[in-house]
C-alpha cells in the first residue's frame, strides 16, 4: 500500500478502515504530528478503538478510487440521480444548484452549505417539489444517514459541541446582574446602546462586540453603580419616611396626599417607636398651585403626641416645597401625628386649583451613635461593621472582602494574584489622608465591574477524563450557562455551592426544576418569546384602526377619495358657494364616521397582547404540557378587554387569566394571538406574506431566500384592476404568477392567507372590502385546507416534527448564543426524537438541550485578563 505525503486523521468526511500497527507505524514516518503525539494516540482520540477516520485530500489508495466516494457513487448517487437530477442535474440547475457539475467528487462532498440545504428541503416536504416522484421512506433515511454522518463527519458516539464564543452580557443580563449583585437596580437600557442581534436574538456571542463608545460606558456605569450601591460608612441613624398618603382622615377616604385650601381637613398617622431615645422630625410640605394665581390661603397645624409643634400659613405658590424639623425625645409605643387645614379664604373666591400636599414626614432615630444601625448594603460587601486596625489585618480583610466579591462578580473562583491586584489597588485608596477603608474597596469593585471577567462570560473546561474529544465545561461554567438561560443573570449560591463541590451535575435535574419555580425564570419567558415570537415589537407596530375597518367595510377607497378633495378645496383661498357646501358635506362625513366606537391599539390592550402571549408560553413551560399546544388549543389568557377584542363574552375584569375557548372557536395556539397577528401586518392592511414567512421562520424551520432588489409594492399591483378594488387574495395571485416570485410565494401565501379571517389589529372579520373571505389554500407539501382551524390540525398531524425541529432550534442557539451549523444537526435530531417520544412534553426539549451543552472545544482563554477594562471583540478560539 503506498500512501501520498498529506494524510490527515479527520472526523469531518471520511472513509473508514481498520489499520495494523504496521500500516500505523508507515503513516507515522510520513506526518508531521504534534509534539509527544503518536498516530496510535491522535487517532484513538479521534475515533473509536480499532478503526481511524482518514480523509484524502487529493490522493487516493494507488489504482483505486477512496472508499468514501465509491460508497457515495453506489447508494447515495443513484437517489440524486432519480429524484434530483429533472432540476438540478443533465444540464439543469435551478437555484444555481446541479450535482454533476462539480469539477471533482470531493469538490461535490465538501460542500456542507449544499448538504444541509438538501437535508432540511428532504425533511421539510420541499423537495422534491410535490408533482416529481419523492424517495421512499428508507431512501430518504439513508440520504439523511449519510449527509450526517459522511458528508458532515459526525461520529454519533462523540458528537461535535461546536465552537464556543465568548459573550458579552447584553443590558437585559447586565441589568440583572447588577441587581443580584449589588442590590442595585441600573438602568442598562437607558445608559447604554442597543445590543445587536443575530439569528433572532440579542445575546449571540459574534455580535456582542464592544465599542469604544460601550466601553467608555462601562467604565462611568462601573463607577455610578459602586457610588450609588457600595456605602462608605458602617453606621447611620435609623431612618424611616411617612408618605402623605399614610396619613388619613378620621371620617371619609380623604388623605394628605392632597388637601384643598379651601375646606377644612384633618388627617393622621400613628408612628410605632421601638426604642426609647431623642428623634429628629423632618416635614416636607408642597404648594401645588396653578400657574395663574389664586387668592386662597389657610393655616396648617401639626402636632405630635398631641402638642402642637407648628402652625403655618400658606398662600399661593406654583409647586414649591417647605421643609420643617422638630426634635422629639420619644418613649417606646405608639406616636400620633396629625396634620389640620383651616381655609382663611371663602370657596367663592377660588379661582383655580389650590391643594396642600403632604409630601413625607421623615423621622430619624435614635440619634444616639451607640443606637445606629448598619447603612443600607453594608453587611451585603462587609462582613464586620469596623474594619480591623493594624495594617497587615486590613490588608488581610480586604483580600475576604474583595475575594468574596470577585468571585460572585466573576461567577468562579479567584486565583492569589487577582486577589493580590485588587487588594492593592484598595490599600492604594484607603492608605491616604482622609479616606476610608470603605473607600479603597469601593475603588476595586470598580475594577472588578469593569474587568472583561465580569462583562463576559468566560467558561473553562475540565481536565479531559475520558475517552472522547470534546471536554465537559467545568460546573463553574455550567452553573453560569444555567443561569444566564434560564434566568439572564448570574448563578445564585446555591448553582455556585453545588459548583464548588462538583455536585451540580448529578442534580441537573432538580437544579432545573427549582429554576423554573423561582420568578426569575421569568426572564427565559418574556426574552425568549418576545424574540422568536417577536412580542417585544408589539408596543411599537403602528396600526391605523379607522384605515383597517374602513378596508373591511369597502370604505377605503372612499375615505381616501373625501381626503384627496378636501386637501384640494383647503388649498384653495377662494370657494365658491357649490365647493363650501361640498366642504361642509366631507366634514360632515367625516364627523359621522368618528363618531363611531373607537377600536384603537393602546397601551392597555397591547399590554394584554403581550400578556397573553407570554402567559401562555409559561404556563405550558411550568405545568410541562405539550408544546404542540402552541399549534393549537382550547385555551388562552385573557382579560375583559382582550375578550371583547376578540369576541369572547362571559370574562370581566382586568386581570389576565387562563379562559378556556367556546366550541369551534378559531383562536387558540400562537398563529392566533393578537400579538403574531399585530406584528405580521401593515400599518393599514393584514400582510399574508409577513404572515406567511413568520410561520415558515418560527413554526416550520423553512425561511425562504431573501426577497430580490426592487420588488415593487403590493399596491402597484392593485392598479390593473380599473373596475374594482381587488381583494389581497385576487393580488398575489397576480403577484405569484411572476416567475421571479412564484417559487417563495407559493410556500408562503397559502399559509398566510389562511389567517386573513383576522385583521391588521387582531380581530375576526368575514370580509375584506366588502367581499366573503376565502382562506383556503394548499400547502406546497400536497395538503388542502379551508381555514386556518383545518390548518391547524394539518400542522399539528402533518408537520409535528418540523415543528420540533424548528423550535428545538430556536431555543437551542438562545441556550447557546450562537447559530447552529451543520455538526448541530445530530444533537438537534436527538432532542427532537426525545420530544417525540414524551409525546412533546417542554420538559423533554428543555432537558435534552441542557445535557446536551455542557461540552466544548479546546480553546486558549489568555485573551482575558483577570482585571481591567473589556477589550472590543474578545472571542474564544476553537
Not at 29 to 46: D, I, K, N, T, W
Not at 422 to 438: H, M, N, R, W
Request: hydrophobic share 35%; net charge neutral.
Amino acid at each position: 500500500m503506498v500512501w501520498r505525503q498529506n494524510v490527515l486523521c479527520c472526523v469531518k468526511w471520511s472513509f473508514v478502515v481498520p489499520l495494523s500497527d504496521k500500516a500505523m507505524n508507515s503513516c507515522s514516518s510520513q506526518l508531521v504530528l504534534p509534539r509527544g503525539e503518536s498516530l496510535h494516540g491522535l487517532c484513538a482520540r479521534l475515533w473509536p478503538a480499532g478503526t481511524i477516520a482518514l480523509a484524502l485530500i487529493g490522493t487516493r489508495l494507488s489504482g483505486g478510487e477512496s472508499p468514501l466516494t465509491a460508497h457515495f457513487k453506489k447508494d447515495i448517487q443513484p437517489i440524486l440521480v432519480q429524484y434530483c437530477y429533472d432540476c438540478h442535474g443533465d444540464g439543469m440547475n435551478k437555484g444555481k444548484v446541479a450535482f454533476d457539475e462539480f469539477e471533482s467528487d470531493a469538490d461535490l462532498l465538501g460542500k456542507r452549505d449544499l448538504w444541509l440545504a438538501v437535508l432540511k428541503n428532504l425533511r421539510a416536504g420541499i423537495m422534491p417539489p410535490e408533482r416529481k416522484p419523492r424517495p421512499a421512506p428508507e431512501e430518504t433515511k439513508r440520504l439523511e444517514n449519510w449527509i450526517k454522518h459522511e458528508a458532515f463527519g459526525i461520529d454519533p458516539t462523540d458528537p461535535d459541541p461546536g465552537r464556543v464564543t465568548i459573550r458579552r452580557l447584553n443590558r437585559r443580563e447586565y441589568r440583572n446582574t447588577i441587581r443580584d449583585l449589588m442590590g442595585f437596580d441600573f438602568k442598562a437600557e437607558d445608559e447604554f446602546p442597543p445590543d445587536d442581534t443575530g439569528y433572532g436574538f440579542d445575546n449571540i456571542g459574534d455580535v456582542l462586540t464592544v465599542s469604544a463608545l460601550l466601553l467608555e460606558k462601562y467604565m462611568q456605569a462601573a463607577e455610578a453603580i459602586v457610588g450609588a450601591a457600595v456605602p462608605t460608612i458602617a453606621k447611620v441613624v435609623q431612618e424611616k419616611s411617612i408618605p402623605g398618603t399614610a396619613f388619613r382622615a378620621s371620617e371619609g377616604e380623604g388623605s394628605g396626599e392632597r388637601l384643598t385650601f379651601y375646606q377644612a381637613a384633618s388627617v393622621s398617622h400613628t408612628h410605632l417607636v421601638d426604642q426609647a431615645g431623642d428623634y429628629r422630625l423632618t416635614l416636607e410640605l408642597e404648594v401645588a398651585g396653578q400657574f395663574d394665581f389664586d387668592p386662597g390661603r389657610c393655616t396648617v397645624v401639626f402636632k405630635a403626641d398631641g402638642q402642637q409643634l407648628a402652625n403655618k400659613e400658606f398662600g399661593w405658590q406654583n409647586n414649591k416645597r417647605f421643609r420643617f424639623e422638630f426634635d422629639r425625645k420619644w418613649e417606646r409605643g405608639e406616636h400620633p401625628l396629625s396634620f389640620e387645614l383651616q381655609p382663611l379664604t371663602p370657596a367663592d373666591r377660588k379661582v383655580n386649583s389650590l391643594e396642600l400636599k403632604i409630601v413625607s414626614v421623615k423621622v430619624q432615630g435614635p440619634l444616639d451613635p451607640s443606637q445606629w444601625i448598619r447603612t443600607k448594603n453594608h453587611e451585603r460587601f462587609f462582613p464586620r461593621e469596623e474594619a480591623p486596625s493594624t495594617k497587615s489585618e486590613r490588608l488581610r480583610y480586604a483580600g475576604e472582602v474583595l475575594g468574596s466579591f470577585a468571585t460572585k462578580a466573576f461567577r468562579r473562583p479567584l486565583d492569589h494574584q487577582t486577589v493580590n491586584r485588587l487588594t492593592s489597588i484598595a490599600e492604594g485608596v484607603y492608605d491616604q489622608p482622609g479616606k476610608k477603608f470603605e473607600d479603597g474597596i469601593a475603588q476595586a469593585m470598580v475594577a472588578v465591574l469593569s474587568s472583561p471577567r465580569f462583562l463576559f462570560r468566560v467558561e473553562e473546561a475540565e481536565s479531559p477524563d475520558r475517552s472522547g474529544t470534546h471536554p465537559l465545561v467545568d460546573e463553574y461554567a455550567l452553573a453560569s450557562r444555567l443561569s444566564y438561560f434560564l434566568w439572564s443573570t448570574m448563578p445564585d449560591p446555591e448553582l455556585l455551592a453545588l459548583a464548588e463541590r462538583g455536585q451540580l451535575r448529578k442534580n441537573l435535574d432538580l437544579q432545573v426544576k427549582r429554576m423554573l419555580a423561582d420568578p426569575r425564570s421569568d426572564e427565559l419567558i418574556e426574552n425568549f418569546t418576545g424574540q422568536w415570537l417577536q412580542v417585544r415589537d408589539v408596543d411599537g407596530i403602528d396600526i391605523n384602526a379607522r384605515v383597517v375597518l374602513a378596508r373591511e367595510n369597502g370604505e377605503e377607497k372612499e375615505m381616501q377619495e373625501s381626503r384627496r378633495r378636501f386637501q384640494e378645496l383647503q388649498a384653495k383661498s377662494v370657494l365658491t358657494p357649490e365647493e363650501e357646501r361640498e366642504r361642509d358635506q366631507l366634514i360632515e362625513k367625516r364627523r359621522r364616521r368618528f363618531d363611531r366606537p373607537a377600536i384603537e391599539l393602546d397601551g392597555p390592550l397591547r399590554r394584554a397582547m403581550r400578556q397573553e402571549t407570554q402567559m401562555f408560553f409559561g404556563y405550558l413551560v411550568r405545568e410541562d404540557r405539550s408544546v404542540m399546544e402552541m399549534i393549537d388549543s382550547d385555551y388562552t389568557f385573557l382579560n375583559e378587554r382582550l375578550a371583547k377584542h376578540y369576541g369572547i363574552p362571559a370574562v370581566r375584569g382586568n386581570e389576565m387569566r387562563r379562559v378556556t375557548l367556546p366550541p369551534e372557536c378559531p383562536r387558540g395556539g400562537f398563529l392566533t394571538q393578537a400579538s403574531m397577528l399585530v406584528v405580521t401586518s401593515n400599518p393599514t392592511r393584514t400582510s399574508p406574506v409577513k404572515r406567511g414567512l413568520f410561520i415558515l421562520d418560527n413554526i416550520l424551520g423553512a425561511p425562504t431566500a431573501p426577497p430580490p432588489p426592487d420588488v415593487p409594492l403590493l399596491e402597484e399591483a392593485e392598479k390593473q384592476f380599473k373596475d374594482r378594488e381587488p381583494t389581497l387574495r385576487e393580488v398575489l395571485e397576480l403577484h405569484r404568477n411572476k416567475p421571479l416570485c412564484s417559487s417563495c410565494h407559493s410556500r408562503m401565501d397559502p399559509l398566510g392567507l389562511a389567517l386573513e379571517n383576522f385583521n391588521a389589529l387582531g380581530m375576526w372579520r368575514e370580509q375584506e372590502r366588502g367581499q366573503p373571505i376565502d382562506a383556503a389554500g394548499k400547502l406546497i407539501t400536497g395538503e388542502s385546507f379551508r381555514d386556518i382551524r383545518e390548518l391547524k390540525k394539518i400542522l399539528m398531524a402533518r408537520h409535528r416534527l418540523d415543528f420540533y425541529r424548528c423550535l428545538t432550534e430556536k431555543l437551542l442557539t438562545y441556550a447557546l448564543g450562537r447559530g447552529l451549523e451543520y455538526y448541530d444537526v445530530e444533537t438537534v435530531d436527538r432532542i427532537v426524537a426525545r420530544l417525540d417520544r414524551e409525546k412533546g412534553r417542554f420538559s423533554a426539549m428543555l432537558m435534552g438541550i441542557i445535557e446536551s451543552t455542557p461540552l466544548q472545544k479546546r480553546r486558549n482563554l489568555s485573551a482575558l485578563s483577570d482585571s481591567g477594562p473589556a477589550r472590543s471583540g474578545v472571542q474564544a478560539k476553537n
